[in-house]
């Protein structure tokens, strides 16, 4: 084999690792996994040495560099089938072909491994194409085949508005006491769990609707306790830190079992006509940003859930007759760089402008401030 022809099979390997990770969810329901989707990142309990540690294993799905590599913390499995989204499938393989469990069982071959992910991908390895467009093309036609799926969903156990609100305390006090007005907690439903017995207890839960407003999809919950200095968790203060296993559950932030971030844009089911209206939409990191400029009189603002917009978030901004993108992610080193990677996945489909905020976010401005910073801004740019 020639260096040029070795050259191009590791290029098609790389394409077919982005396009197992456009496809996780499939590669996930396909195996039976159950899984915790962060946004970057996936945890869930080691299929492959089958452990029981919810947490053990992360898998990441966005970042340029780390796309679709995964470390088992308990195991090391990660070890013995390489670290990438091709050495996990190998894992799962091994497992449930050879009942594969620790170093020495037989596992499956790397041949096997490539012949499951072509043909789970319906993909023959000799036709992938490794250039930008093709690239680029079979993203878009990943994402939109995932939205067509996801809309024959059974919304039968979905809940309803009505029997959401009386499971929390709304309005938050938690966000009163951050400047936030009742009215606008009270509007989106924002309010703390207090019952032990449910995922989301101690934490301020943000109910995440459909674009139709009908169900909520999903929620994601804010721990209503600050960073331990010991050990980095969000937990009581007056209670000992989590063990290192069980450190996931008391992250700052926590989205609901199976909720996909990455295939949602916050508050579309309430900006969606406006954004028609005006042909403009404004990106922003999170809810607090996005109520905040609610508050303000700025109702066509949609939140990414963190700093990358995912394909499938883009295909939503396709679709929502945006023509105009004003880009207001954190005023930090992160919101910068993420600021630049919504530019170059939408400009050339979007003119895009990114205003400076005096602020680390949004959600600290005052009205005087997203007046004279955003709003005129805004009059600018239209």
Not at 29 to 50: Q, R, T, V, W
Not at 244 to 252: G, M
Not at 296 to 304: A, F, L, Q, R, Y
Request: net charge neutral.
């Amino acid at each position: 084999m020639t260096k040029k022809s070795r050259l191009n099979d590791q290029a098609k390997l790389k394409v077919v690792c982005d396009e197992l990770c456009d496809n996780i969810e499939e590669l996930f329901d396909h195996f039976d996994l159950e899984y915790k989707d962060h946004g970057k990142m996936i945890s869930m309990a080691c299929p492959i040495h089958e452990g029981d540690n919810e947490g053990a294993l992360n898998l990441y799905v966005q970042g340029d560099n780390y796309r679709g590599n995964w470390k088992c913390r308990t195991h090391g499995c990660e070890q013995c089938f390489k670290g990438s989204i091709i050495g996990f499938v190998r894992g799962l393989l091994s497992n449930r072909k050879y009942q594969w469990s620790q170093e020495g069982d037989k596992t499956a071959s790397f041949k096997e491994t490539i012949d499951f992910i072509t043909s789970f991908l319906k993909k023959d390895l000799n036709d992938i194409k490794v250039s930008k467009v093709a690239r680029n093309k079979s993203k878009f036609t990943n994402a939109i085949n995932h939205i067509k799926n996801s809309s024959k969903v059974s919304t039968e156990n979905c809940l309803t508005r009505d029997r959401i609100r009386p499971l929390l305390k709304i309005p938050a006090e938690y966000y009163i006491d951050r400047n936030f007005s009742k009215d606008i907690l009270d509007k989106y439903d924002v309010g703390l769990c207090d019952n032990p017995d449910r995922e989301m207890y101690n934490r301020v839960v943000v109910p995440i609707y459909d674009i139709d407003y009908n169900y909520m999809i999903g929620c994601t919950g804010r721990s209503i306790f600050n960073k331990c200095d010991k050990c980095g968790s969000f937990h009581d203060p007056n209670k000992d830190c989590p063990e290192d296993r069980r450190k996931y559950l008391y992250s700052k932030w926590k989205h609901s079992a199976n909720f996909k971030s990455q295939n949602s844009l916050y508050n579309y089911w309430f900006a969606k006509k406006h954004i028609q209206e005006t042909g403009v939409v404004l990106l922003v990191e999170s809810p607090g940003n996005v109520w905040k400029l609610e508050e303000n009189g700025i109702h066509n603002s949609v939140g990414i859930f963190g700093s990358a917009l995912s394909d499938r978030q883009k295909i939503m901004l396709d679709s929502s007759g945006a023509m105009t993108i004003i880009v207001l992610t954190d005023n930090d080193d992160a919101g910068r760089k993420a600021a630049e990677q919504i530019k170059e996945k939408c400009q050339n489909t979007y003119r895009i402008f990114i205003p400076q905020i005096s602020k680390a976010d949004v959600a600290e401005m005052d009205a005087e401030e997203i007046d004279r910073e955003i709003k005129e801004y805004i009059k600018g740019v239209i």
